[in-house]
């Protein structure tokens, strides 16, 4: 899947908190206030939580369900492109043998 723009302006804050404990602690406390620094600004009524995946840790995030009628097999095709672009790929769980 080609990378777009979003993939490159988000894997460059997630670079940039890698590298900066501040801007890290900043984006976690205050996302919102840390995107606007970084040229993003959050559309009005929309809130952003920043949460840290970690060795121990997961967050599975559920995007939100489309609000129109899919056929199971278009349904299981979109959620393979939603997996593919978020990039899960087995890291925190294994499957039965």
């Known amino acids: 899947m080609p990378e ?8 460059k804050l997630i670079a940039k ?16 206030a ?3 620094a970084e040229g993003i600004v959050v559309s009005s009524g929309m809130t952003v939580t920043v949460l840290e995946n970690t060795d121990k840790h997961f967050h599975l ?13 278009a349904l299981d095709e979109k959620i393979k492109l939603k ?5 899960i790929r087995g890291s925190f769980y294994s499957r039965p043998r």
Do not use: H
Request: charge should be negative; hydrophobic fraction near 40%.
């Open 4 to 11: 777009t723009d979003d993939d490159t302006l988000f894997g």
């Open 17 to 32: 908190a890698w590298r900066d404990p501040a801007f890290k602690a900043d984006l976690i406390a205050n996302p919102a």
């Open 34 to 36: 840390a995107l606007k």
């Open 61 to 73: 995030v559920l995007p939100p369900a489309p609000t129109y009628d899919l056929s199971e097999d």
């Open 83 to 87: 997996l593919n672009q978020l990039k």
